[in-house]
């Protein structure tokens, strides 16, 4: 079964500045998609981020960019200029290929963006 | 421009009733899907349903059942609340079940059950 690992259960940055957030997966399977949710206080589950595990480079939306290590199954988001909106939980999650349903998620970061 | 919509947002059952949360979708997704999110966990699927007029469960479906009542509707019942149910419920939509769609949700139900 596939596991999606977050190691940093909360984190903080100063508006403007860079932070990146930590995820790692285990899985067999060679072709599978990965990404970033975010939740903000609404609740409202948002997705940064996707990244298809056979494209060598690296996704990028905006201020938003992945570090995609296929051999290490490493899988960082990158959040540039942060802005105090950035504020939210953030989750990383995996899909292998032929299944939505199998969509596992990590336990999530907690990023707080001071002012 | 509603995509997924969730109803109630916020309901407190005693245990061992009942209830049923309502889920629809305005974007013509043939897939849908139930998820409940617990305080230091991820999400975890409870049911999904890859097309109409087909269910299946997830990693986590003891006590609920749900039903695929159209292509737009998926509901999700608990015939008798217990406190390890309190947590937030989610609806999720996408055009198909084929690995690489996107998932849109819906804003959550906080349940508490007493």
């Known amino acids: 079964a596939q596991t999606v690992t977050q190691s940093q259960p909360e984190m903080s940055v100063q508006e403007a500045e860079t932070v990146t957030l930590s995820c790692t997966y285990d899985?067999?399977?060679?072709?599978?998609?990965l990404f970033w949710y975010k939740q903000p206080p609404s609740r409202q589950m948002i997705l940064v981020i996707r990244q298809e595990a056979y494209k060598q480079q690296n996704a990028t939306e905006n201020r938003f960019s992945v570090n995609f290590q296929k051999a290490a199954k490493s899988f960082s988001l990158k959040i540039s200029d942060s802005q105090l909106g950035d504020t939210a939980m953030y989750f990383c999650?995996?899909?292998?290929?032929?299944?939505?349903?199998?969509?596992?998620f990590g336990k999530g970061t907690k990023l707080t963006v001071n002012p | 421009n509603a995509g997924v919509t969730q109803t109630p947002k916020f309901q407190v059952l005693k245990t061992g009733q009942s209830m049923t949360l309502q889920c629809a979708q305005d974007?013509?997704?043939?897939?849908m899907y139930w998820y409940r999110q617990d305080p230091g966990m991820g999400l975890r699927l409870i049911y999904y349903?890859?097309?109409?007029?087909?269910?299946d469960k997830g990693e986590v479906p003891n006590g609920y059942n749900v039903s695929r009542l159209n292509k737009r509707e998926f509901s999700l019942r608990l015939e008798s609340a217990a406190p390890s149910q309190t947590s937030v419920y989610f609806c999720a939509s996408s055009m198909s079940s084929a690995g690489n769609e996107k998932l849109f949700f819906g804003s959550g139900t906080q349940l508490s059950v007493l």
């Open positions: 999650a995996f899909m292998r290929e032929g299944g939505s349903e199998k969509l596992v």
């Open positions: 349903s890859a097309s109409e007029g087909t269910t």
């Open positions: 899985t067999s399977e060679n072709n599978y998609y």
């Open positions: 974007m013509n997704h043939n897939s």
